[in-house]
């Protein structure tokens, strides 16, 4: 039984709160400054207690980093707007070097020791970790170089986020000083909740909590993109901005699949689709590669199961099911003790021939594969989007319609959020 106040903390101090304790009123009481920001915060905690532990955290919608063009690049690169003053946000300052200066030896041009890599952050709204409310309003346009630490310089790959962050503004003059403190004449009336900018060329780590409920929040700044190849001098590329490094807002960020071996409705030959099987090749097979490591234990015989739809120019739409058996996972994508893996390879084990239109039918039944938390991976294959490996090219992209899923941030993969489900994939055969 907990003590009249507490909010039934563990000794080990796991569940992440404060007691919460409301103001009490009664006649005759007199009440100071310090119990209404008292009585303010309770109600602040039980908003950020009800946000992070019922909703979740993460971007809710816009927040999107876009390149800066070359016309623009005169803008101010102001990475406060709303956000906290340069001296509050832990943001560097200007370089060691004027803009227009050259570097070592001198023999570059003025125009070529500008630094124009600058990107620009959308409105929108996010929650972080703790359950304060992140608001952009305007967006606001960020000089990488400016913005980076100075001892972080020495990279060309960049993370970009932010974070929530408080300043006090309306200053407003004191009637008396309290007796009780040295309190100068004049005080800030108004708490501004805003935000600020982070930049780092230092991998974040990933939060790789399966409860973000009661465990201790150590991710305050929600990262947005990360930027591959900057080159300080030029602006930054939209193909180098890559936003699948953010987390959309939910409790949990679900498992899901980011790539497979075979391109979906693609019409191979015999012979390739024989390779890709690997009917005669133990380094063949299909493969499927996951977001994060799913458990290896769970990969067993009827989770996949391969379907030949037989076509042709005779009678069609006989139906036939190929053996197949999972191959070990490559040391470098099993976990420890190969516990957990990262991707699976599927190999045909029977000796079926393929004949001229038939159809192989994939089937991966992603609700019995668990990851690290025991959760079903995502695996609705929707629209048939997931890309191939290594070529990264998105089935269908060709023939227009959705290039990005709804959420605007590419690329796809399978999920609706919802966990479980089928993936479901297909390939045709020609003899030729």
């Known amino acids: 039984m ?25 006649h005759g009481q007199m009440l100071g400054a310090r119990d209404f920001q ?13 946000m992070r532990c019922l909703l979740g955290y993460g971007v809710v919608c816009g927040l999107h980093v876009e390149p800066v063009p070359r016309d623009d690049d005169d803008c101010p690169s102001d990475t406060a707007g709303e956000s906290a003053p340069p001296e509050e946000s832990g943001l560097s300052g200007e370089s060691a070097l004027p803009e227009e200066s050259t570097e070592a030896g001198g023999a570059e041009p003025a125009e070529r020791t500008r630094r124009r890599a600058k990107v620009a952050i959308t409105p929108g709204l996010a929650v972080d970790c703790d359950g304060n409310e992140v608001v952009v309003r305007g967006g606001c346009v960020i ?48 708490t501004e909740e805003c935000h600020r900018v982070r930049v780092t060329g230092c991998e974040p780590p990933a939060d ?35 936003m699948n490094v953010r987390r959309p807002f939910g409790r949990h960020l679900p498992t899901v699949i980011t790539g ?20 005669h090749d133990e380094d063949g097979g299909l493969v499927v590669r996951f977001s994060a490591d799913v458990r290896s234990d769970t990969l067993r015989p009827g989770v996949v199961e391969l379907q030949v739809i037989e076509g042709g120019s005779g009678r069609n739409a006989s139906t036939w099911y190929m053996g197949g058996t999972f191959a070990e996972p490559d040391a470098e994508t099993g976990g420890e003790c190969d516990e957990f893996t990262r991707e699976f390879r599927y190999r045909q084990t029977t000796r079926e021939t393929l004949q001229d239109g038939d159809r192989v039918l994939i089937t991966v039944r992603a609700a019995f594969i668990l990851d690290r938390c025991c959760r079903p991976v995502d695996g ?18 060709a023939h227009g319609g959705c290039h990005l899923p709804p959420s605007g941030i590419g690329p796809w993969t399978s999920g609706t959020g919802a966990g479980g489900d089928v993936f479901e994939s297909w390939f045709f055969v020609k003899e030729r």
């Open 208 to 242: 790789e909590r399966c409860d973000t409920c009661c465990t201790p929040c150590g991710h305050k700044t929600l990262w947005l993109a990360r930027i591959d190849c900057v080159d300080w001098h030029e602006p930054v590329r939209r193909d180098r901005i890559h």
């Open 380 to 397: 609705t294959h929707v629209g048939g989007r997931v890309p191939t490996i290594d070529a990264g090219a998105t089935p269908a992209a």
């Open 143 to 190: 000089d990488l170089w400016k913005a980076l630490p100075p001892h972080e310089r020495d990279t060309d790959t960049v993370w970009v986020g932010v974070e929530y962050a408080e300043r006090p503004v309306e200053p407003t003059r004191a009637v008396y000083n309290d007796a009780c403190a040295d309190t100068p004449d004049c005080e800030f009336g108004w």
């Open 2 to 26: 907990t003590e009249p106040g507490t909010t039934g903390t563990s000794r080990s101090g796991e569940f992440d709160a404060p007691p919460l304790r409301r103001l009490r009123y009664f």
């Open 260 to 279: 497979v071996n075979w391109i979906h409705g693609h019409t191979y030959t015999i012979d390739e689709a024989k390779d890709l099987l690997g009917t």
């Open 38 to 50: 008292r009585e303010q915060e309770y109600y602040r905690e039980k908003l950020r207690l009800r």
